[in-house]
């Protein structure tokens, strides 16, 4: 396991899905406990995405949103962002 592995792992790791098997979770694990790096990156990462569900929910312009989504297209193949 190395460490852009890992990265580009890192939100399936910490999300709450459940689709890692455990033993690849386990490798992931191991690594992060004993990456001088990686093991504080991943703990920063995991403390903002708990503090920002904290955050209350705010509405965006409407025509700020409609920006937003059709910039975002492209990055969802095509899908309709948010909907």
């Keep these: 396991m190395t460490c852009a592995e890992l990265m580009n792992a ?6 709450d ?8 979770r386990e490798t992931y694990r191991l ?4 990456c001088p790096k990686c093991g504080p990156y991943v703990a920063s990462y995991s403390h ?3 503090v920002s569900r904290l955050l ?3 509405a965006l312009p ?6 937003l989504r059709k910039a975002l297209e ?8 948010g909907g």
């Design 48 to 50: 903002t995405i708990k």
């Design 10 to 15: 890192l939100v399936d790791y910490l999300s």
């Design 62 to 67: 409407p025509a700020f949103e409609a920006r």
């Design 17 to 24: 899905s459940g689709e890692l098997v455990v033993e690849v």
């Design 31 to 34: 690594h992060i406990d004993g």
């Design 74 to 81: 492209p990055e969802l193949g095509g899908e309709k962002a």
């Design 56 to 58: 209350p929910r705010c």
